[in-house]
Structure formats: C-alpha cells, structure tokens
C-alpha cells in the first residue's frame, strides 16, 4: 500500500491503491492509477506540488503520472491565471477513454469484415465474418449506453438547476 500522509485517511488509500490495481490490469501505470483515484475524491482542482508531496512522487512523476491521465481522457488540465503553475482534477467526461475503445472496436471489425472472403476463407471466413460481428456490436452497445447515461445525467443536471 502506498505510504500517503495522514492528510488522507486509511480508506482514501485503499481506494486509491485498489483503483490502481484495477485500471494496472488493463496497462495504466500504478502511479497514474493511483493519482486518478486520488483526483477522483478531491473536490477541486489540485496542484502538482500538491499532487506530489499527498501521494509522495517526485513533482516529475506527479506530472508523468497526470500526463498519462491527461492522454487517456480522465483529468484535465488548467492553468492559474498569472502563474505557471498547473493544477489537475478528474474531468466529468467519463466516455471519453471509452469512445476511444467504440473506435477501436469498429476499426477491428472493418478489418475482419474487409478480411472475409479475401485472406479468410471457407470455415475460416466464417469465423472472421462471426468475429467482425461481434465487434461491431459491442461498439453498438457501448455508443448506445454512452448516450444514454449521458442523457441521464443531463436530465439530473437539468433537475437540480
């Protein structure tokens, strides 16, 4: 477990190091993990010297750590008005990273599908045209489910103004 200051409590860091595990399974860094769980509990945008001495990084690898982060679609970056000094905060945007894999599904099955009948012949042919199918309809579902939780939130949103 990650050694954090008291300024955040033992469940904070279990969070944080469980969040880390499981986005570490899918190819995150532990460091970027664990930052885009930290980011997740803070109620603003948060420094990178901030981000550094709570999670105990180097202010390099704070920063490598929420760059990865950046990439991905799960924070976002600001800039103080006057300084150079940066501050992060998970971004509400929870479909971005996913959209990315809607994509890369539908580009997966445009190329099993181009595939068929082509390089993929006969029984083989079968299984890529099944294969490329089953891409694209989960790149279906996952768009679809993306809408409508994005609805639904606007609606809440909506609701409470």
Known sequence: ????????????RRFMDE?????AFRGMPLSSGRLYGYLLLQQAPVSLDQIASDL?????????????????????????PGSKRLLYAATDNY???????????????ALLENACGTVAKARAGTRVAEMSEFYFSLKRIMENAIRDLDAQRARKRAGAA
């Open 1 to 12: 477990m990650l050694n954090i200051p008291d300024r955040l409590g033992d469940d904070e």
């Open 19 to 23: 969040f880390a595990a499981l986005l």
């Open 56 to 80: 105990e990084l180097s202010k390099g690898g704070a920063w490598n750590a929420a760059k990865v982060l950046e990439r991905c679609g799960h924070v976002r970056r600001y800039g103080e």
């Open 95 to 109: 479909a971005a990273p996913l959209l990315e894999q809607c994509a890369l599904l539908g580009q997966v099955g």
